[in-house]
């Protein structure tokens, strides 16, 4: 058995999984990254050993702790080196966690998209050389698994595949640079491109929905556009070809075997798949002679807890 | 020693090549696609048995003859599976070349700009584990090596790093996708951007200069900025912060330990590495903390050579 650990800025999401990639049992607490590193690493701690109890099982029934880190990760030392939204900066996460654990139970620490990018991967069963995983969630993050080994880029500052430009001088991305991919095809970038489709058209269905629900979110163009307002179809039309131009230029630089999207918007399923799809036979370098398979992801908000375990177990 | 052939559409350069990478002797001939694959497959080995005779060795003194080809290449097999510019479609390059080594050489295929990528880092000894190699040329090619091996992509389609999106729905690239850096960052791109500016600017020192010499090529806006001349200097201003963009995405894509620009354009040196370097420093997903090392490329033109030996000795 194993427990993987998906660390965001807002909550921890730990789970017991076994040996083929499946969630027994999974528990969330909120982070409070404001009570300090020590603090957040002992509630982990805690968190493992409330689901090993409830499980009915001991520590030594666990073979190894993965945590999925935000930012960047020393993931051979286990030090995140660097993670803004947490405020953390060359901690050693492993050490401390380790700490807490009488049994040594190892703990393995990993970058959090490499790790849900691996969840993938691993479950899929692909097996494949060359994998790419990337979510349009309220960021655009990703993950690359090169000869089935997970890439970190040296100094593990590598595949911030939201952070490659898409507009030269475009709306300006959170991380600073002007028109990354992120700042389009995130769910904030759609936000944005719903909002300003609002402003214009207030007669739209969109317009309606952010009345009667009081925001605009992911869902309230791609809503729209279904039920056929044309304003909302042009939005979502603009949008997918945001994400498919990026997709389109990962697969022209990987040229990998797979080639999967995950995140919140990646519920459209074949909605949005479909004209990515299209986009890419008729935009990638080789056109449809590119054996690149596209697909929409599997395992949603569970790949960064299977991920975290499976990097650990791997280790 | 081993013989390393540079195949391109207009000029087939082949070179023998000691232990080290150095260049004994080189030769040219034109390549005149248009009379067929077996021949060229013929002249390239008459080619090598000249340089042989001319050396004063004997088949027996070369190792192996490593080929640099354009297009898709499966290096395994030493298929050349798709060169345009050649028209050759599935051809045994290698099982071709071979037919005329009587001693049993063998011939090792290669992609030119992965050969190149592979000269540059073998020549330059960095000896990293992440590197890349962008050439500014008449397109804009790249070779990327990850754990000390070319990384070729799926189907040996990868690495077209000239053609990720720079400018969502900007100029047409030659390969029939809107906005790609090669449509910005080439020196065909460079023309075209110095050209439109000639047309606003009858006075500039490009437009003399252009009157002079009867032509638009690389160099035009460079030597009118260096002198001076205001339109030339926006010229250089744009086109560098195209190129810097796009090694910028690049650098947060895969955060290579080393990444070198070679082709015609780099000969500008630090005219054009200091302002890439600058604007890489504000505007990578880690600015200042992103350990990659941007530098010139050494080996020029020679690199093909060097590249196609070294990775026919290599195999």
Chains 1, 2 share one sequence.
């Not at 309606?208 to 869902?219: S, V």
């Not at 163009?221 to 044309?230: P, R």
């Not at 498919?244 to 075997?257: Q, R, V």
């Not at 990638?284 to 697909?295: N, Q, S, V, Y």
Request: proline share 2%; hydrophobic share 40%; net charge neutral.
């Amino acid at each position: 058995m194993y427990i993987g650990i998906d660390l965001g800025g807002t909550n921890i999401a730990a789970g017991i999984v076994d040996e083929n990639g499946n969630i027994i049992k999974k528990k969330s607490i909120p982070t409070r990254p404001e009570r300090g590193f020590k603090k957040v690493a002992g509630a982990m701690a805690l968190l493992c050993k409330e689901l090993i109890l409830e499980c009915g099982l001991s520590e030594s029934d666990i073979s190894s702790v993965g945590v999925g880190s935000p930012g960047v990760v020393d993931s051979e030392r286990g030090i995140v080196k660097l993670a803004e939204n947490l405020k953390w900066y060359d901690v050693d996460l492993k050490g401390e966690m380790e700490k807490h654990f009488l049994d040594g139970i190892n703990v393995n620490i990993e970058n959090d998209a490499n790790a849900a990018a691996y969840g993938e991967y691993m479950m899929l069963g692909y097996n494949c050389d060359s994998f790419i995983f990337i979510t349009l969630g309220t960021g655009v993050g990703g993950g690359v698994i090169i000869n089935k080994e997970i890439y970190r880029g040296y100094g593990g500052c590598g595949a911030e595949l939201g952070h490659m430009t898409l507009v030269h001088g475009g709306e300006k991305c959170t991380c600073g640079k002007l028109g990354c991919l992120e700042a389009y095809a995130s769910v904030s970038g759609l936000i944005n491109q719903t909002r300003t489709a609002i402003e214009k058209n207030p007669s739209s269905a969109m317009t309606k929905a952010y009345k009667e629900y009081g925001e605009i979110n992911g869902k309230t163009a791609f809503t729209a556009a279904k039920n056929g307002d044309a304003a909302a179809s042009l939005v979502v039309k603009n949008y997918i070809e945001y994400v498919a131009d990026g997709i389109c230029s990962i697969i022209n630089i990987f040229a990998p075997e797979v080639l999967l999207i995950g995140g919140g918007i990646s519920k459209e399923g074949d909605y949005l798949l479909n004209p990515i799809n299209e986009y890419c036979r008729k935009n990638m370098f080789l056109k449809d002679k590119t054996p690149t398979k596209i697909a929409i992801a599997a395992l949603g908000n569970d790949a960064g807890i299977i991920g975290a375990a499976l990097t650990a177990k791997k280790r």
